[in-house]
Each structure stands twice: as C-alpha cells, then as structure tokens.
C-alpha cells in the first residue's frame, strides 16, 4: 500500500512532524517493500491553504493513506472526498511509524 507519512527530514530515520500541512517533507512509502520517496513540502510556507494543497499534492502521488500527527479538517476533508484513510497521532521515526501501522493493518 502507498502510504503517506509528514517527515521532518527526507529518511526513514527521520522524526516524524507532527504538522501534516506544514511539514518539511512528505515520505511516500510502498509497505510491501519498504521502498520510498521523499518530497520536499512546497506548500509549509503558504499564508493560508497548506493543508488542503499538501492534500491534493498527495492524493495526486496515489497514496491510500496518510500518517501523522495532526491533520486540520480542511484536508481531512480533500483526503475524505479522494477516498485516502488518515491516521492521526503517530510520532516517533518515520520508519517506527511505517512498521506499527504494517502491524496494525495486517492485524498482527
């Protein structure tokens, strides 16, 4: 599954940011294999908006899911009209991150 993570730095071994619209860098990641992206967040600087375009920016990557520490409702609600699931409240490492959620999925 193509996953979404809001990253402080451009690694797997990166914090995780806590700000969904306003993160430095996105992390697209496959589960299956682990393999992934990293995006820098063009939108972090906008006055307003930044949630709802770093929505539609990843929605527009094809990622099923997005993982963070908050999400305001403007882009819960471009994630929700795009059919992309939003898990709020992780922290730790990005790959900490990836690893409970494969867990969490798979019901193991």
Same mark, same amino acid.
């Given at each position: 599954m193509k996953v979404a993570i809001s990253s402080t730095g451009d690694q797997l071994e990166s914090e995780m940011d806590a700000r969904f619209g306003r993160c430095a860098y996105f992390i697209v990641a496959e589960t299956e294999e682990m393999s992934f992206t990293a995006h820098a967040n063009t939108h972090a600087e906008l006055s307003s908006g930044a949630g709802i375009q770093s929505a539609g920016f990843l929605a527009d990557q094809g990622v099923r899911a997005v993982l963070t520490g908050n999400c305001g409702p403007k882009a819960s609600q @471009?994630?929700? =009209?795009?059919? +992309?699931?939003?898990?709020?409240?992780?922290?730790?490492? @990005?790959?900490? =991150?990836?690893? +409970?959620f494969k867990q969490k999925s798979t019901g193991q």
């Amino acid at each position: 599954m193509k996953v979404a993570i809001s990253s402080t730095g451009d690694q797997l071994e990166s914090e995780m940011d806590a700000r969904f619209g306003r993160c430095a860098y996105f992390i697209v990641a496959e589960t299956e294999e682990m393999s992934f992206t990293a995006h820098a967040n063009t939108h972090a600087e906008l006055s307003s908006g930044a949630g709802i375009q770093s929505a539609g920016f990843l929605a527009d990557q094809g990622v099923r899911a997005v993982l963070t520490g908050n999400c305001g409702p403007k882009a819960s609600q @471009v994630f929700g =009209a795009a059919g +992309i699931a939003v898990y709020s409240g992780y922290t730790g490492t @990005v790959k900490d =991150a990836l690893e +409970i959620f494969k867990q969490k999925s798979t019901g193991q």
